[in-house]
């Protein structure tokens, strides 16, 4: 047997290692409230790799980008929405939304916080944000119409867009970080917000 496949496996495990490293570091960097500079020559350093490497590993500054979203995602398990959509109590969906988003956004808020401050002043990284809120408001309006508003036949669609909206609001970052900063703990801001949910929805007639 050729040891070409061997090597290659080699070298593919040890490229998707550069890869992960490289994203905790900008991910550290990040989360370091005191560290100021967070160009790729900082992020190559704290990951003792060139600045050669990251451009080979995710080709330019806003491929790095959008590989950082996706591993805080991945961090804070938001891939676990998908389990919403198949939840047929909607009063338990509403629920697990809401815990969904706020796990995520509690798993980074530093880094999170950062990257949305820093995105008023960098379109490379407020076209990531815009992108990923616009992803969350869509879900948010699928499973209100899959497992609410269907319910609902009557009701209007200025109503419907109106409930999506605030539920919207309700699973941002920014709900959640006022919440968190002014001290109150992930759990009763999961049944803050949830309440919410259910008053909101539950006035749409």
Do not use: C
Request: no cysteine; glycine share 4%.
């Amino acid at each position: 047997m050729s040891p070409r496949p061997y090597r290659m496996g080699k070298r593919q495990a040890a490229a998707a290692e550069t890869r992960a490293q490289i994203l905790e570091a900008a991910r550290q960097l990040l989360a370091d409230e005191s560290e100021i500079d967070l160009g790729m020559e900082a992020i190559a350093r704290r990951a003792d790799v060139s600045r050669l490497t990251i451009y080979y590993q995710f080709k330019s500054r806003p491929g790095l980008l959008e590989a950082l979203y996706d591993h805080l995602a991945a961090r804070g398990n938001v891939q676990s929405v998908a389990q919403v959509f198949h939840e047929p109590d909607h009063s338990v969906a509403l629920e697990k939304l809401i815990r969904t988003f706020v796990g995520f956004w509690s798993s980074d808020p530093v880094v999170i916080r950062r990257l949305r401050g820093m995105a008023t002043l960098d379109p490379d990284i407020d076209q990531g944000i815009r992108a990923r809120d616009a992803r969350r408001q869509h879900i948010a309006r699928e499973i209100l119409r899959r497992t609410v508003l269907g319910e609902k036949e009557k009701l209007g669609a200025e109503q419907q867009n109106l409930a999506a909206d605030v539920l919207s609001m309700l699973t941002s970052f920014e709900s959640y970080d006022a919440l968190a900063r002014a001290g109150h703990k992930q759990e009763a801001i999961v049944a803050t917000l949830t309440r919410v949910a259910h008053a909101v929805v539950d006035s749409a007639e």
